[in-house]
């Protein structure tokens, strides 16, 4: 008798929303609040062998780069476009934005030790939610700065079960196999 795996693919792709402040393109004359997304727009996990449903899929080259400019200290925000993933073969095929997790890791200058930036996705995925999470915010001192002081590197994750992300692994769910798909909203806000 063949054991026969299922696969799981999941895709999403971000999309950016700022706040109150209207961006205009980096470099200056004057640009108020700009997010870029320089790689990654579309992340696919792909579960295909034993080892990923139970362990989940870290990292994997599943990231995404972007770069903040700003007049302003800024919060950035993640959320989810639907409150779960559903299947695209099957809707009644659901799975929890639970899942999946993101880590941040700071490449620019602005520091993310709680000085420039807090940053609360930095040693520990914060978990996908249908409502805004809070991946960074101004720290003591300001976070105001163009693409070399705010640049960073989201790496996605998914069922790793780390952090806050969902604590059964993707057997333990019983997830009917197919395609999951939703966008992520980056929402990039003034902090006065």
Known sequence: ???????????????????????????????????????????????????????GILGGGQSTFI??????????DFAADQVMFYGTNNAAHTMQLDNIGVVVISTGTNQDDGTNIINYAQTLPLALSSTDVTLMTKGTQTNIGYAIRNSFTLNWECGTQRGNMNPQNMLEQHLAADIYTLNVILTLSPVF
């Open 67 to 76: 770069r903040i400019g700003s007049i302003y200290n800024w919060k950035l």
């Open 1 to 55: 008798m063949k054991a026969r795996l299922k696969i799981l693919i999941v895709v999403f792709t971000l999309f950016l929303s700022n706040g109150v402040v209207k961006a205009q393109d980096i470099p200056p004359p004057n640009p108020d609040l700009v997010i870029n997304i320089l790689s990654g727009q579309s992340i696919v996990f792909t579960f295909d062998t034993m080892n990923k449903y139970i362990n």
